[in-house]
């Protein structure tokens, strides 16, 4: 990676005073969280999600199983989310947490439309937000397709003002103002992510994958760190040896957005306009993050 410039720096930590208002009161708050994850579809949810329980601000009231279906997907994604959801509870002694399944199918139908699709993991979202304080909103951090989350907006619109989504999912050229939904993410719910663009009054946040290609880790030093301490460490070891046994390295997206969330220092915000095919309002779109920052937070956090 090439060295940064003094400019570039400067770019970065005056991108801390141009972040949202929310966004930057978020490093003093503790916040209600609600996770929503396609966690067997790939690896890195896994470490999102430890991330996200080990966060000492996060008050997270559910882990819930999203949908990855595809033509190349096995059958039933949403249950084999659902199984490493509960292992990861498990494994964190952190089974008083709710971990409700998502709907299987998308939101709407094949064509379009906005049917929003009735789950527990819709239900645990639409409970857990008009029980947040008047002061306070849940935030619903979204690792896979936009599915549930935008499905619990459409059942229930008045918790939309209660609700901060944050996602993951397509690319946003941030020079050119150029969005492309030519995404995994986007692709699996491309009703559920255009709900929540053309919605007014959702606060959406969302992390485009293109921004993400430098943060990666490597299986030599997952090994080397993780191997052999047991538990959820163990856990993580084998899920990359079993699910990309041939990968040397891995870009961990979800993981990206999680420390975003957590450590809204680590990543530049700024808003701009949805997507021309879409209603024209602004939403928060991360436009950078500090690649070496996320690596070293994830280490310390872990203690490993």
Not at 110 to 128: D, K, V
Not at 147 to 157: D, E, G, I, Q, Y
Not at 212 to 220: I, Q
């Amino acid at each position: 990676m090439k060295r940064r410039t003094f400019t570039q720096l400067l770019t970065f930590l005056i991108a801390g005073t141009t972040a949202t208002s929310w966004s930057r009161s978020l490093a003093d708050k503790k916040l209600t969280v609600i996770i929503d994850a396609d966690t067997a579809n790939e690896i890195d949810d896994l470490y999102a999600i430890v991330r996200a329980l080990l966060e000492p601000r996060f008050q997270v009231k559910g882990l819930c199983s999203a949908q990855w279906h595809n033509q190349l997907s096995p059958p039933n994604t949403v249950q084999e989310s659902q199984k490493l959801n509960e292992d990861l509870l498990r494994l964190m002694n952190r089974i008083d947490i709710p971990a409700p399944l998502g709907s299987e199918m998308i939101m709407g139908q094949p064509w379009g439309e906005y049917e929003g699709r009735n789950s527990p993991a819709t239900q645990l979202m639409i409970h857990t937000a008009r029980r947040v304080p008047a002061n306070e909103k849940l935030i619903i951090i979204s690792l896979g397709a936009a599915t549930n989350v935008a499905s619990a907006l459409k059942l229930a619109p008045d918790i939309m003002s209660k609700v901060i989504c944050y996602n993951l999912g397509g690319h946003y050229d941030a020079t050119k103002k150029i969005w492309n939904k030519d995404e995994f993410n986007v692709r699996n719910d491309l009703n559920a992510i255009n709900f929540l663009f053309n919605t007014e009054g959702v606060d959406l946040h969302l992390m485009p994958i293109n921004i993400l290609y430098d943060f990666k880790f490597t299986l030599e030093e997952i090994s080397k760190r993780l191997s052999g301490k047991g538990g959820v460490w163990d856990y993580l070891v084998t899920r990359w040896l079993s699910n990309a046994p041939g990968d040397k390295e891995r870009i961990f997206w979800d993981l990206a957005l999680m420390i975003a969330v957590a450590r809204p220092d680590l990543a530049k915000e700024e808003k701009r306009l949805t997507p021309p095919e879409n209603t024209q309002r602004e939403v928060s779109v991360y436009t950078q993050i500090d690649v070496k920052g996320m690596i070293n937070d994830w280490w310390k956090i872990t203690g490993k």
